[in-house]
């Protein structure tokens, strides 16, 4: 008599689909298990989206199959899509099982193993699914874009804003209870007075909080003067479009933040030119004595300009740039790739981030 242990699986957004609950695959397998005469030993039962097989009871499922691999013939899913959504993934922990001397199939997609050729059906079934992610992931992102195109943002509100539907039942964004706190931070950004860190923590006490990141990106989202941004996409150029909702700021006043931002991004920008050219390093550095980040400094000696990474005062910690660049170097010329290998190094390099961007873009 075969032993056999269950597995059913359903993901968050298939939960009212026909046929795809975990008490219809569960029935299906029981009885296809009464009719073959075969003991089902176990079922494991898992409702949580994840991608690949990281997964809370398919881990127990296979920790509980190699401990008593002995008492285990078969794993069984109904469709092959709930063993997984990931070719790659799922011939891989087909083969660990199949060392236990374990077979997984699918009852509804039946592979008979000891026919080589059945190995293209399986490929067959386990890349559907990978397909059908595609598509919906292609499907999903051509709906939002038809959103924006149409004046509505489909995101989630960003602050100052909430999700609603309008008359037609469709997702609009509305005014929210911070709205006045955005047109503030826009009113006072736009007098030039203000760092935009230092703003963002005079607002963060006034009720608006909001990292310092995405401070400087809340006061350039048009979404606040009432556009909808729709990013480029194939042949199409970006577009920023007339929204449906209501504008928190106006046109004028957005513009003319964005006008305090080009200036003070002049300014900041030849500064850093200029340190930057002499003292890469700064801000990158741990002082040796006592782990702070390190700055620089130049110092204008008779003839000449002296550059150095240095310390908080009461530290003292200080050097001359050369020698930390030198050091640099030395390190540099330890790990360096021989030449011969470093272009096999970059192709290998390059295949892992790709296979691995794929499977983030795919998911499970
Ligand atoms: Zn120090």
Redesign the pocket.
């Known amino acids: 008599m075969k032993r056999v242990i269950l597995y059913v699986r359903v993901s968050t957004d298939e939960q009212a689909k026909y046929g795809y609950s975990l008490g219809h695959q569960e029935l299906i397998l029981t009885k296809f298990c009464e009719i073959k005469g075969w003991e089902v030993v176990d079922i494991y039962k898992e409702d949580y989206s994840a991608k690949n097989f990281d997964r809370p009871e398919y881990k127990k499922l296979f920790k509980y199959s190699k401990a008593h691999k002995r008492e285990v013939d078969y794993i069984l899913v109904s469709k092959w899509d709930r063993f997984s959504r990931n070719q790659t993934d799922a011939l891989q922990e087909i083969k660990k099982f199949s060392e236990m001397n374990i077979e997984v199939n699918a009852i509804e997609q039946w592979i008979d193993f000891s026919i080589p050729h059945n190995k293209m059906m399986l490929s067959i079934y386990l890349t559907i699914p990978e397909i059908d992610n595609d598509v919906r992931g292609i499907n999903t992102k051509m709906g939002m874009r038809r959103s924006f195109k149409e004046g509505r943002w489909t995101g989630t509100a960003p602050i100052g804003f909430k999700n609603g539907r309008d008359h037609l039942n469709k997702p609009l964004l509305f005014l929210g209870e911070q709205q006045h706190l955005v047109l503030e931070a826009f009113e006072l950004f736009s007098t030039g007075n203000y760092a935009a860190e230092e703003l963002r923590r005079i607002m963060w006490k006034k009720g608006l909080k909001v990292s310092r990141t995405r401070f400087p990106e809340l006061l350039k989202n048009v979404l606040y003067m009432g556009k909808v941004y729709v990013a480029e996409y194939k042949d199409e150029e970006a577009q920023i479009i007339q929204g449906l909702h209501e504008p928190i700021v106006s046109e004028e006043l957005f513009n003319k933040v964005q006008k305090v931002f080009r200036t003070k991004m002049k300014g900041k920008k030849k500064h850093y030119d200029k340190l930057n050219e002499a003292m890469p390093l700064r801000s990158m550095l741990t002082?040796?004595?006592?782990?702070?980040i390190?700055t620089s400094s130049s110092s204008k000696g008779r003839n000449n300009y002296y550059n150095y990474y240095h310390?908080?005062p009461?530290?003292?910690?200080r050097m001359p740039v050369e020698v930390a660049h030198n050091a640099l170097y030395d390190y540099f010329d330890e790990i360096a790739v021989k030449p011969e290998i470093a272009s096999l190094y970059l192709e290998v390099m390059g295949s892992i981030y790709k296979s691995e961007e794929e499977r983030q873009r795919k998911g499970d």
């Open positions: 002082c040796p004595r006592c782990s702070r390190m310390c908080r009461d530290c003292g910690e």
